[in-house]
């Protein structure tokens, strides 16, 4: 078996939420890794044989092993590292609570975002940013709860924690649907609670450096766009079939 600090590899791309989560979880643990920024539109070699099943990033790979699935990821992170910081909370209640929000995040808040991003109509797109709405108000509810609980900055308490990761790798895109399309997804009108979160996760120290800047992901945007246009102007080329 490996040693802990050995042979840590991310494959990633700079811009993908899921990818960030983990290089965040890394950094919180003060793990030192090799980063292999990935082509999506042109897959590695060993991206398709470390993750065959589904293609994507991020992967990590400890010791030779491969371990795909970001929350995965993040979960095997926080167990083999499992010295203090800690990512999921201690109490088993708390760990379902936590998992039941970052599930919540990859299930509702994320197809919504990417939907914007990828609409093919103005109608589609409005509706796709009244479903992300929709899960913001519910992220913010839960933070309410959180913050009156025991009036902590994040989440996972006075640090970022699971949910944090979850919701935060996101935030470059948020804003580049805000640059992109004017919808404000996090906004100190509609989720004052999350739109002070958000400027706090950016700031600390393991996601620096890491979060990119919401240019890169209108420029990601933008690409994506045009091969969803593509695709529809073309019945002979599936270019759709990459997921972000
Ligand atoms: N559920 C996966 C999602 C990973 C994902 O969608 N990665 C995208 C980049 S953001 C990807 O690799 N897409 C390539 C493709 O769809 O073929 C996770 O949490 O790791």
Redo the contacts with the bound molecule.
């Keep these: 078996m490996a040693g802990k600090d050995d042979d840590v590899k991310v494959l990633g791309?700079v811009?993908?939420?899921?990818?960030i989560r983990v290089r965040i979880a890394l950094n919180i643990k003060g793990v030192s890794y090799e980063y292999v920024e990935?082509d999506?539109f042109n897959?590695s070699e060993l991206l398709l044989t470390s993750n065959p099943v589904?293609?994507?990033?991020?992967v990590l790979i400890h010791g030779g092993k491969p371990i795909?699935?970001?929350?995965v990821?993040v979960q095997y992170v926080d167990e083999v590292w499992a010295a203090a910081p800690s990512v999921l909370p201690a109490d088993p209640y708390d760990r379902a609570v936590a998992r039941f929000w970052a599930a919540y995040i990859?299930n509702n808040m994320v197809p919504g975002m990417v939907g914007v991003l990828r609409a093919a109509t103005e109608e589609e797109r409005a509706a796709k940013a009244d479903e992300t709405l929709a899960a913001m108000a519910q992220l913010e509810k839960a933070f309410a709860e959180v913050a009156a609980k025991n009036g902590k900055p994040f989440f996972g308490g006075d640090s970022v924690g699971y949910v944090d990761l979850a919701l935060g790798c996101n935030l470059h895109f948020l804003e580049a649907i805000r640059r992109l399309h004017g919808v404000a997804l996090v906004d100190a009108g509609k989720t004052p609670l999350l739109a002070a979160w958000a400027e706090r996760f950016v700031q600390v120290e393991a996601a620096k450096g890491v979060v990119p800047d919401a240019d890169d992901a209108v420029e990601f945007a933008r690409k994506i766009q045009a091969r969803v246009a593509a695709a529809a102007a073309s019945t002979a080329a599936n270019y759709t079939?990459?997921?972000?």
Excluded: T
């Design positions: 791309v811009v993908s939420p899921f990818a990935e999506i897959k589904h293609k994507k990033v991020p795909s699935e970001s929350l990821i990859d079939d990459i997921q972000c």
